[in-house]
């Protein structure tokens, strides 16, 4: 049984470090950006125009769904959020996710396969 237990957690790692590449250049951009973009775009932004208050508020959430990442990095994608909510806003939805996979892929460029060990 526990033998069992270990092959299959064995497996679900190898599995998991074959799909973080792909997950981190494809899979979260396209889940983040709606969410932490458009949805906020097309609930608090349109009614409202209020370009700063609404670009904080989705930004605080995305950098702390980052956190994982270390303290630094929470900063860092505060600011990275507010970037990005300035693609959405002046080029749209599909715009703001090539920005952050093309982002994602720097990244994983420049930090190397330790960006993908977290």
């Known amino acids: 049984m526990i033998k069992t237990v270990y092959d ?3 497996r679900f790692r190898l599995f998991k470090s074959k799909l973080q590449p792909w997950w981190s250049i494809i899979g979260a951009p396209v889940l983040q950006e709606p969410i932490f973009r458009y ?3 097309f609930l608090l932004y349109l009614p409202t125009s209020r370009y700063w208050e609404v670009g904080i508020l989705s930004s605080i959430p995305y950098a702390i769904v980052h956190f994982y990442f270390g303290k630094k990095i929470v900063v860092y994608t505060f600011f990275l959020g507010l970037f990005f909510w ?3 806003v002046n080029f749209g939805l599909l715009v703001a996710i090539l920005a952050h996979s093309f982002h994602n892929i720097f990244v994983a460029i420049v ?3 330790k960006w993908f060990v977290k």
Do not use: D
């Open 111 to 113: 930090l190397g396969k």
């Open 39 to 41: 949805l906020p775009y």
């Open 8 to 10: 299959n957690f064995k």
């Open 86 to 88: 300035w693609i959405m």
